[in-house]
C-alpha cells in the first residue's frame, strides 16, 4: 500500500527555519517523482517544489526560490523540504504527493499530476 507521511510542521516566526520531511512507503524513490504543495485557507493547493525519480531535476516556485530547498535520502526513503527565511505568505497547509515516473528526469508543478497524497502539516509564521 503506497503511503506518504508527513511531519515537521509548527510555528515559527518570521525569518526563521523549519524542515519538512515526507516519508514514502510501498514504493521507492527512485521509481517516483515527488512534490511538495501548500494550501492557505481560502486558496488553491499550489506547487511549492518537486525532484525528479532520478534525483538530478529539481524545481521551484518564485516564491520560494532562494528560500527553500528540496532533497532526498533514499536510504530513508524520505524526501525533505528545508524552509528558511519564512514569510508569514508561507503559512498553509503542506502536503507531499507522489506520481510513478517514465522519466528519471523531470517534475510537474502542478498537483493534478500527482496520484498519491500525504495528508498534510500545517505551517504557521507568525511572530
Known amino acids: 500500500q503506497l503511503q506518504l507521511v508527513e511531519s515537521g510542521g509548527g510555528l515559527v516566526q518570521p525569518g526563521g527555519s523549519l524542515r519538512l520531511s515526507c516519508v514514502a512507503s510501498g514504493f521507492t524513490l527512485d521509481s517516483y517523482a515527488i512534490g511538495w504543495f501548500r494550501q492557505a485557507p481560502g486558496k488553491e493547493r499550489e506547487g511549492v517544489s518537486c525532484?525528479?525519480?532520478?534525483?538530478?531535476?529539481?524545481s521551484y516556485a518564485d516564491s520560494v526560490k532562494g528560500r527553500f530547498t528540496i532533497s532526498r535520502d533514499i536510504t530513508l526513503n524520505t524526501v525533505y523540504l528545508q524552509m528558511n527565511s519564512q514569510e508569514p505568505e508561507d503559512t498553509a497547509i503542506y502536503y507531499c504527493a507522489a506520481v510513478r515516473s517514465r522519466s528519471r528526469y523531470g517534475c510537474s508543478e502542478y498537483p493534478r499530476a500527482y496520484d498519491y497524497w500525504g495528508q498534510g502539516t500545517q505551517v504557521t509564521v507568525s511572530s
Open positions: 525532484i525528479s525519480s532520478g534525483g538530478g531535476s529539481r
